[in-house]
């Protein structure tokens, strides 16, 4: 009995012995699985002869000239990559949080006659793989002109494209109780004013969670720059680390562990500062990063 | 006064699609509508340079009996999928049950081993697996350590996709995370009650912990699933857009990829497209309609 209390699942008396040997597994677990990522960090400020000689976390001397190769190694520096990169992946924000957020107060607030019809066509195309509409929608942007634009990575997400995000704020926008919007709609308030006034300042949860996944899955996209970017000078900083493995023949590994390293520091960021939102975010919606 | 009322109404119905109108431009000119072309296009030859020509069911019946590389490619596809998502899912609920039993520190290891699913997605972690197993990465000088002879694990036609296998793997903390949230959900006292019946840990998962959390199971797996279908990435940068060695890591995905885009046949692409869908509808339709004989939904 007393053993058995001891182990119990949710009770939060642990033995000491079995609450130790948790820690150990868990702790080894994390350093197994973190170390390539430090590892990484540290082969960039190695020198360069020390990367593949030594599996150590350590550099016997911090050297910064991975970064200086890395920045330069490629025809355009690596400046005007993570340039374009938040470039895009801001007006990607910009654009996804105003159409989804737009769409979903129609769905979640207005009445109007073929509501419910076009919310079914919406939930259908959540199950839409992308790739049906990949080939079409590349033959269009073709027509327009916009290949090699940053139009075709852009202009969709203010076409409200991502219908995961329209369902996420409907939901959070159908908790917001009623009378507040009616009370403004006594008030006189028109619908936009209501949208403006009231949904929105009541949402910055569901916002923020749409801002930041919306963040990090542009800025980690490689398909579509892939297809729509031919000149070097629009890559965004995927499509560049990609074009920096297949130029550096002589190997500069240091040069992009440093540019790779880089490359993650935004989504870093999001994670240090946001922390408590991500976790949350993908726990109440089931978003798969 | 009623007509007042009315106009009101009115202007409200008006607004509604005045709010919609970006959604249904996109929907309209983004997904339906180039939905509905690439199938026809399915039923063409078309190589961006002139008209599509019409060629009846040509590329369906070619995917399906005279083209070797589509059948590499759905082995290697099917293979990576599942292995991958039960591997993954059974990881992270192994871990979420570890983190689960009230362990000092848990925020800090929920996000250390949150982090790795946040930037896997990222070329820059896909670079880093490649170098890690490569003939004289971190893996091999690891298994030297242990005086083990290491190979080049990605450059090896037998294992290279087992390293993309690990890669999804590595990326189990936004499972656990779910995994962690549904676990929250069930009750004390229903444990506590096995306890008092006499039924140790291993008969309390099995009766308790599992079938309670079927449904975030089935969750889990569903979009786990359809999203490992549709990986791409990783592939790309570990086989350089090859899918090599030898068609090793030939993901479906980048075999569209290959027809659209390297060799521009936008008709066979898109009938590979809606083969795509095909595959990923029955697999979805058949585990909605298995589920219930395992899912269980309480009351």
Known sequence: ?289 | MAAGRLGFRRAIRLDGYAFLAPWLAGFCGLTAGPALYSLYLSFTRYDLVGDPRFVGLANYTRIISQDPKFWVAMKVTFTYVFLAVPLKLGFALAIAMLLNKGIRGLPIYRALFYLPSLLGGSVAIAILWRRVFSSDGLFNQALAMLGIQGMGWVTTPETALYTLVLLTVWQFGSSMIIFLAGLRQIPHDVYEAASLDGAGATRQFFLITLPLLTPVIFFNAIVQTIDAFKAFTSSFIISDGTGGPVNATLFYTLYLFQEAFAYFRMGYASALAWVLVLIIGSFTAISFAMSRYWVHYDE
């Not at chain 1, 403004?184 to 028109?190: H, K, M, N, T, Y």
């Open chain 1, 1 to 289: 009995m007393n053993k058995r209390s001891g182990n119990n699942i949710n009770g939060l008396r642990v033995s000491t012995w079995g609450g130790i040997r948790r820690h150990a597994m868990l702790t080894c677990l994390s350093i197994v699985m973190l170390y390539p990522l430090l590892w990484m960090v540290s082969s960039s400020l190695k020198p360069a002869d020390e990367i593949f000689t030594s599996a150590s976390l350590i550099p016997s001397r911090i050297d910064l000239s991975a970064y200086r190769r890395g920045w330069f190694g490629l025809d355009v520096s690596f400046g005007v990559f993570f340039l374009n990169s938040l470039i895009v992946s801001v007006l990607s924000v910009i654009g996804n949080v105003m159409s989804c957020s737009l769409a979903a107060f129609a769905f979640a607030r207005l009445t109007f006659p073929g509501r419910n019809f076009c919310f079914a066509l919406m939930l259908g195309t959540l199950m839409l793989p992308y790739h049906v509409v990949l080939i079409p929608q590349y033959i269009l942007f073709l027509n327009l002109g916009w290949i090699d634009t940053f139009l075709p990575l852009v202009v969709p997400k203010f076409l409200a494209t991502d219908a995961f995000f329209i369902f996420l704020m409907v939901q959070f926008f159908r908790g917001i109780p009623r009378e507040l919007d009616e009370a403004a709609r006594i008030d006189g308030c028109s619908a936009f004013m209501i949208y403006r006034k009231v949904m929105l300042p009541l949402s910055t949860p569901v916002l923020a969670t749409a801002v930041i996944f919306t963040f990090i899955f542009t800025w980690d996209d490689f398909f579509a720059p892939l297809i729509y970017l031919g000149d070097p000078g629009n890559y965004t900083s995927q499509v560049a680390l990609r074009s920096f493995i297949d130029s550096s023949n002589q190997s500069d590994w240091g040069g992009l562990f440093a540019m790779s390293s880089l490359a993650l520091v935004p989504v870093l960021g999001f994670f240090i500062f946001f922390q408590k939102l991500l976790i949350e975010g993908i726990a109440t919606t089931g978003m798969k990063r």
